[in-house]
T-cell receptor, first 115, second 112 residues
């Protein structure tokens, strides 16, 4: 069964450093998403991406965040200058289409620790 | 704004016990409702969904009914197994939005 994969599974970085989290969505999917979960809190939507541009973003997704689909298979989340409060589990997801009936398939997550 | 509230965990049950995990939501309009499950070391997997009032979603012995009058989507299973131990997330999505709004998750432990 096709699945979403994410690398690395755990990333440790120093405050102020840039990090890039990588995701390989399901191959025939068109919509891509990032969510995050701070320890003990809810899973929160960050951004959705379609046709090489951001479709929707939350207020969390400020100028320090960016997303990119650099080639036909990868989807990345970049955090330009990490803060302590960026420590969280980051989930990538993809779906075949938009709309409530289209299931979003999630990856296993990348745990980001900012020291 | 829209939100999902689910019962606090952890929930610990013996094998073959009856399971209920409560979930209520606040949303304008008619969102679709979901239960996702996260097994240890894995991603969020869709367990079941319902897209309109009175729909019942079901999968792997789990069921949940979309109750608009009580704004609820409680998860039930008649006889749980040790392999059901996981974190369960209730969630909603409005048709016009991309984002899924999740509850905090409920950790379920099943004892043999």
């Amino acid at each position: 069964e096709p699945e979403v994969t994410q690398t690395p599974s755990h990333q440790v970085t120093q405050m102020g450093q840039e990090v890039i989290l990588r995701c390989v969505p399901i191959s025939n999917h068109l919509y891509f998403y990032w969510y995050r979960q701070i320890l003990g809190q809810k899973v929160e939507f960050l951004v959705s991406f379609y046709n090489n541009e951001i479709s929707e973003k939350s207020e969390i997704f400020d100028d320090q965040f960016s997303v990119e689909r650099p080639d036909g298979s990868n989807f990345t989340l970049k955090i330009r200058s990490t803060k302590l409060e960026d420590s969280a589990m980051y989930f990538c997801a993809s779906s075949g289409g938009q709309g409530s009936t289209d299931t979003q398939y999630f990856g296993p997550g990348t745990r980001l620790t900012v020291l | 704004g829209d939100s999902v509230t689910q019962m606090e965990g952890p929930v610990t049950l013996s094998e073959e016990a009856f399971l209920t995990i409560n979930c209520t939501y606040t949303a304008t309009g008619y969102p679709s409702l979901f239960w996702y499950v996260q097994y240890p070391g894995e991603g969020l997997q869709l367990l079941l969904k319902a897209t309109k009032a009175d729909d019942k979603g079901s999968n792997k012995g789990f069921e949940a009914t979309y109750r608009k009058e009580t704004t609820s989507f409680h998860l039930e299973k008649g006889s749980v197994q040790v392999s059901d131990s996981a974190v369960y997330f209730c969630a909603l999505k409005r048709n016009r939005d991309d984002k899924i709004i999740f509850g905090k998750g409920t950790r379920l432990h099943i004892l043999p």
